[in-house]
């Protein structure tokens, strides 16, 4: 089996201690040849796999953030509507070293390195590999989500935060988050959606303040804990939406708690219901907006638009990930606070 390993040294969590224990666990796999590549700059993971085949690589491993499986899921496809077949192109592996790492996380990969290490020599080995669905935006891919409205700002505002040379933390999200949603009470984005599901169900909604699309279950992880929006969502079907009719007032607040996992007596989600709106299995999606809105795409901002359009593509691509439950670790409470909090 031939293998491209392809890391991203500006991803968060990227450590020597994580790149040493991956490599003497791949050493262990038999018949595997390893080519080691580190990306230079920003788009340079899409540059190296472009135009690469099954007859180049049989796999790509990512070790990085979601920035860097788009980047590679991206480089190896192509513009979607020329797409080559899942089987055409090197199928994908993920060494999760982000912050959020929700891609590798929803596959069932640990973002602990004592673990994740084993789980993927184990794929490899063992030829544990699956198609999954991909989402796509405008002539783009995406992995993990893509929307407009306040996680955008939010990504916007931390990737600022990142070139003054600070890290991504939970905390640092939650104190960029806060400040964003007390900014978008003054004029929130004002977005239109109009979606097909698989099986022909119409959603139509003006003026919303937020609205995501999520190709993983969960959305994404505020530190160790899953954030589920749409609980039936998986990578063998379409795209799960989520959105909030208002983000002001109590209501706004109680919203935006519920999104993170805080709140679940029936009174309160009974509540909340009204305020949000979820749609399973989006197959076609447009979003357009009156003004141009921040835009995200699995976790980067992709500039300022005023309309995208959003679909799904069934088994795009194959990736190896872990089977069965995965194993538990065990994290001291210093470890979990030094995750929350660090500073690079
Ligand atoms: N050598 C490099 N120097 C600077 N930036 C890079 C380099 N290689 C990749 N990048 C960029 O780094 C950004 C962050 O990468 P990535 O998303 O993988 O990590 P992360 O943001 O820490 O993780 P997550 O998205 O899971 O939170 C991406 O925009 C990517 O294009």
Redesign the pocket.
Known sequence: MRALLIS?????TQSAFTLRRVAAALREVEGLHLRCVF???????AEMCRGLTRRDYDVVIAV?????VN?IINGLLGPVDSAPAAHEVPALAVVPT?????FARALGYQPYPELLASQLAQALREDHRRTICLGTWNEGWFAVNAGFGIDATVIERVEQVRSRGFA?TPLRYLVVSTEAWLRTQAKPPSIEVRATSGAGEVLNRHTMPLLFASNTNPWTFLGPLPVVTNPRNSFDQGLGLFGLTSIRGLGGVASMLHLIGVGHQRWFERWIKRRTVQFDDATSVELICPEPEHFQVD??YEGDYTSVTLGCVPDAVEVFAPQGKPLSVRRSVGHALRDFVRVR
Do not use: F, I, K, R
Not at 8 to 12: D, I
Not at 39 to 45: I, K, L
């Open positions: 991203n040294p500006n991803a968060t990306t230079h700059y920003a788009g340079h993971a990085g953030g979601d920035g860097t980047e982000g912050s959020a790492n929700v991504a976790g980067e």
